[in-house]
C-alpha cells in the first residue's frame, strides 16, 4: 500500500531553519506531483507547496514565499521542504501528499495520500 513518512519537526525559535523530509513507497514516485500542506490547531489544512514530477515547477502560498523551498529526489522517493527564517505563525502540523494526476493543485482535494504529519512549533 501506500506509505508517506514525514520527518524533521521540532520545537525551534522564530529565525530558525528546518528541513521537512517526505518518503513515499508503494507507488511509482517520480510520476506523480507532491504536496505540502499544514494544519495549525482550530483551522483548516491549508496549502503551503507543491512541486511537479520532475521538480521544474515550483508553486507556494504568499505566506511562506521566499523563505520555504520544496525539492524533491525521485532516485530516493523523497521531497523535501526547507524552511528559513520560521516565524510562530508557521506552528503546525506539516502534512506531505501524493497528487496522483499530476493536477498541479493547491487543494487538499487534489491529493490522494497523506502522510501521519510532523510538528513544527515555533516560538518567540
Known amino acids: 500500500q501506500v506509505q508517506l513518512v514525514e520527518s524533521g519537526g521540532g520545537l525551534v525559535q522564530a529565525g530558525a531553519s528546518l528541513r521537512l523530509s517526505c518518503v513515499v513507497s508503494g507507488l511509482t514516485f517520480s510520476t506523480h506531483g507532491m504536496g505540502w500542506f499544514r494544519q495549525a490547531p482550530g483551522m483548516e489544512r491549508e496549502f503551503v507547496a507543491r512541486?511537479?514530477?520532475?521538480?521544474?515547477?515550483?508553486d507556494y502560498a504568499d505566506s511562506v514565499k521566499g523563505r520555504f523551498t520544496i525539492s524533491r529526489d525521485n532516485a530516493k522517493n523523497t521531497v523535501y521542504l526547507q524552511m528559513n527564517s520560521l516565524k510562530p505563525e508557521d506552528t503546525a502540523v506539516y502534512y506531505c501528499?501524493?497528487?496522483?494526476?499530476?493536477?498541479?493543485?493547491?487543494?487538499?482535494?487534489?491529493?490522494?495520500?497523506w502522510g501521519q504529519g510532523t510538528q513544527v512549533t515555533v516560538s518567540s
Open positions: 501528499a501524493v497528487d496522483v494526476s499530476s493536477s498541479g493543485a493547491r487543494t487538499t482535494t487534489g491529493y490522494d495520500y
Open positions: 512541486i511537479s514530477t520532475k521538480g521544474w515547477r515550483t
